[in-house]
Structure formats: structure tokens, C-alpha cells
């Protein structure tokens, strides 16, 4: 996922239209004394790019993709209704958006009561090894949607913590890309395995302290639900 701005007509393909011939989102008719069988969860998959999910909406703002929802996520309001999706994933999208606290709210308005918000962006220690990344997180970042944080920092809508977790080597799954391969391989997965597992220990102290020893970490990753189900 990238920036990128569309032509108007392109923009805003709606959840009703992208999701009428999905299955899995569709809850059948039942016949007359049948017992109805729940629908499906609802899925987004914010920012796909070539990573598109079965089960999931699919959205992103580049058509060679071909997602589901074409959409430039730098435009609020997204083109879906109040608390529609029980589970929303936002991986490595929010940091190429202009405002990451207005795409969380926006995240938060169409995330059922209940639901989670599963997010990957990059640790501040290597947030900028992209060329357009626009924001670095941290530890801090769940603290803004707490409505016990300060007042001049808490956002005005509330999403409860439920794991946070730093990750050291984020994109093994590219290095095939780059030549890697074999035994080099193994040997970055087993140390990705243990220094995060060192830093998972206490995240608040690894990310405070000593990050940057290792070169930064590519990944930090949060889990939320929604209050009020």
C-alpha cells in the first residue's frame, strides 16, 4: 500500500456494490422452519495490495491490483457504514497515510462493538527505511485511544489494548526477492525468533532502551477490540 490520489470517478466504489456477489459475506435466506445459520464475520483488509484475502473485503487505491473497493484511504469518510466489519486489518498501510489518528477513528466508526483491529506498522527505530513513510510508532501508541490518558491526548473514541508485540525482521517472507535462501535463511529466522522474543518480554523497556543496539526493529504490531459489545 501506497499514496496515491485518484480521479473522482475512480474513488469511493461502495461495500454494497463490492461485496454482493462474496459468499462468504452474505447471509443465505433461510426456507420457511429452516434454522437460520449466522452470517459470516465481515472482513476488511485495508490496504491489500497484491496481499488480497479470501473472505475479506479487499481494499486499496491502485487498480492493477484489482481490489474489491478501489479507494484513495487518504479520502474520509471511507465508503462503508457505521459498524459493519467484524474484523479489520491494517497492515503496514497506516504509516503511508497523511493523518494516522483520523484513520483510526475513521477504523473505529465502521468496526462493529466487539470487533478487532489488528495493525502492523513500523517501530520508530527503523520507521523511515521506506521512501514514503510518513510516521514511526511506538509503545506509546494505544495510549491515545485509552479515555484515561490525558485529556489533550486522548483521541475521543476508545479501543482496548488486547496484545502488543515487536517484531524484529518483519519481511522474511522478501528476502527470496533478494537472494536469500537455504541455510541464510534459517539463520535470520532463528534470530528474528530470538530477539523478539527478548523484547516481547517487556516491549516498553526494549523500545525505550535498547532498540537501536540491533539496528531497530522493522515492526510493531497491536491488537484492539472495540468497547460496547
Known amino acids: 500500500m501506497r499514496r496515491g490520489a485518484f480521479p473522482a470517478a475512480r474513488v469511493g466504489i461502495g461495500y454494497d456494490a463490492a461485496v454482493s456477489a462474496k459468499a462468504s459475506l452474505v447471509q443465505p435466506a433461510a426456507a420457511a422452519g429452516a434454522v437460520a445459520t449466522p452470517a459470516e464475520p ?37 465508503p462503508f457504514a457505521d459498524d459493519t466489519f467484524d474484523v479489520i486489518e491494517a497492515f503496514h498501510v497506516i504509516e503511508h497515510l497523511d493523518r494516522p489518528f483520523a484513520v483510526m477513528k475513521e477504523l473505529h466508526r465502521i468496526l462493529k462493538p466487539g470487533g478487532k483491529l489488528q495493525v502492523k506498522v513500523p517501530h520508530f527505530s527503523r520507521g523511515f527505511t521506506h521512501a514514503e513513510h510518513a510516521h514511526g510508532f511506538d509503545v506509546t501508541f494505544p495510549l491515545y485511544f485509552n479515555r484515561n490518558f490525558t485529556r489533550s491526548g486522548y483521541m475521543g473514541f476508545e479501543l482496548t489494548l488486547d496484545r502488543m508485540e515487536l517484531h524484529y525482521i518483519a519481511f522474511i517472507h522478501l528476502l527470496k526477492h533478494v537472494g536469500y535462501g ?22 516498553y523497556l526494549a523500545s525505550r532502551l535498547w532498540c537501536f543496539w540491533l539496528g531497530g526493529f522493522d515492526e510493531i504490531e497491536f491488537r484492539f477490540t472495540k468497547p460496547g459489545a
Do not use: I
Open 182 to 203: 537455504g541455510a541464510r535463511l534459517r539463520l535470520v529466522r532463528a534470530l528474528d525468533a530470538v530477539v523478539s522474543f527478548a523484547a516481547n518480554l517487556n516491549p
Open 42 to 78: 465481515k472482513k476488511l483488509n485495508l490496504g491489500c495490495g497484491e496481499s488480497k484475502k479470501p473472505g475479506y473485503v479487499n481494499v486499496d487505491w491502485q487498480p492493477a491490483v484489482e481490489p474489491d473497493v478501489l479507494h484513495d484511504l487518504n479520502r474520509l469518510p471511507y
